[in-house]
């Protein structure tokens, strides 16, 4: 089993950058998948899931209206669109599967993690 997050980088505020995480050894329509962040200094948390039922997302209020989480279950990968990134956006940011939407990164409802990829938005 394992999760690959891809799609970090280098962006300035108000820019855009789309996430990729690639599954494998399990289905992503088969598992909750939520991504996190976790910034300098801060603990990790919940931003957004794609729940496995239905497709249907939650989204943490920091990121509403601006980051949207998909899934393309033919190639097996969810993805984060961000939009109108600012400076606190900057943070590592993982892809996780769960047997249910949750936002608290120590939960027992999550079952797999990727190692995570870098974004950092410059002012």
């Known amino acids: 089993v394992q999760l690959v997050e891809s799609g970090g980088g280098l962006v300035q505020a108000g820019g855009s950058l789309r996430l990729s995480c690639s599954a494998s050894g399990f289905t992503v329509d088969s598992y909750t998948m939520i991504w996190f962040r976790q910034a300098p200094g801060k603990n990790r948390e919940g931003i957004a899931c794609?729940?496995?039922?239905?497709?249907?997302?939650n989204y943490a209020e920091s990121v509403k209206g601006r980051f949207t989480a998909s899934r393309d279950n033919a190639k097996n990968t969810v993805y984060l669109q961000m939009n109108s990134l600012n400076y606190e956006d900057t943070a590592v940011y993982y892809c996780a599967a769960a047997v249910q939407c949750t936002f608290y990164s120590g939960s027992t409802l999550l079952s797999y993690w990727g190692l995570g990829t870098r974004v950092t938005v410059s002012s």
């Open positions: 794609i729940n496995r039922a239905d497709g249907s997302t």
